[in-house]
């Protein structure tokens, strides 16, 4: 489990594709500072385990179905990537409760500065709108955000907006991207529950 809480603005330094796979090697020293084999690091919001590391780099897998459900795919060498190892059991929990489990990828479809912050709107797949309130919590790439506006219910084309601050467009890749780029998006897990059991209490 992650918190959204994003460690470290890390590299990809390479890609090797597959078939129907890739294998990244990207630069984090801060999040392979205690790294295994085996431990589950977010990239851009994607929970992805490590299968080797040295003092640098690490390298994942990423599975067909991983790169059809995520923005990965749309990766380069040199392409920035947003890291969080796995939340420890003593840390704080600073974000929300983030899986690492990508719902789809929105676009960025606006971008409006305003005094020390900037007012980000994001495309959202209709079939995840119903998850998504104003001052609500939705992890974009990896970060834990609060939405600061939603479209209107049943909107053709729905968007969310969020409220980045400085210290949020320096040290993670939102802010970098421009309009149309790709981001992915993990909606709140307890909506998600809440939504299952309240359905299976209509049906009793």
Do not use: C
């Given at each position: 489990m992650f918190t959204g809480i994003v460690e470290e603005l890390g590299e990809v330094v390479e890609i090797t594709q597959g078939a129907d796979s890739a294998v990244l090697r990207i630069r984090g020293p801060v999040v392979v500072a205690d790294a295994e084999h085996g431990a589950s690091i977010a990239c851009n919001g994607v929970c992805l385990t490590v299968v080797e590391f040295d003092r640098e780099t690490f390298?994942?897998?990423?599975?067909?179905?991983?790169?059809?459900?995520?923005?990965?795919?749309?990766?380069?060498?040199?392409?920035?990537?947003?890291?969080?190892?796995?939340?420890?059991?003593?840390?704080?929990?600073?974000?929300?409760?983030?899986?690492?489990?990508?719902?789809?990828?929105?676009?960025?479809?606006?971008?409006?500065?305003?005094?020390?912050?900037?007012?980000?709107?994001?495309?959202?797949?209709?079939?995840?709108?119903?998850?998504?309130?104003?001052?609500?919590?939705?992890?974009?790439?990896?970060?834990?955000?609060?939405?600061?506006?939603?479209?209107?219910?049943?909107?053709?084309?729905?968007?969310?907006?969020?409220?980045l601050i400085p210290t949020t467009l320096e040290l993670t890749t939102l802010g970098t991207k421009t309009v149309g780029d790709p981001v992915n998006l993990e909606v709140d897990v307890l909506a998600k529950y809440v939504e299952r059991l309240t359905a299976r209490e209509g049906d009793r």
């Open positions: 390298t994942v897998d990423v599975m067909g179905e991983s790169l059809r459900r995520s923005s990965l795919g749309a990766l380069q060498p040199g392409s920035p990537i947003n890291l969080e190892r796995a939340m420890a059991a003593s840390g704080r929990f600073g974000g929300h409760i983030v899986q690492g489990h990508v719902d789809g990828v929105g676009r960025i479809v606006a971008r409006e500065p305003a005094d020390r912050w900037e007012v980000v709107t994001i495309s959202l797949p209709p079939e995840l709108a119903r998850y998504v309130v104003e001052k609500g919590s939705i992890t974009v790439d990896g970060v834990s955000l609060t939405v600061s506006g939603v479209s209107e219910p049943g909107a053709a084309e729905p968007w969310f907006a969020i409220s």
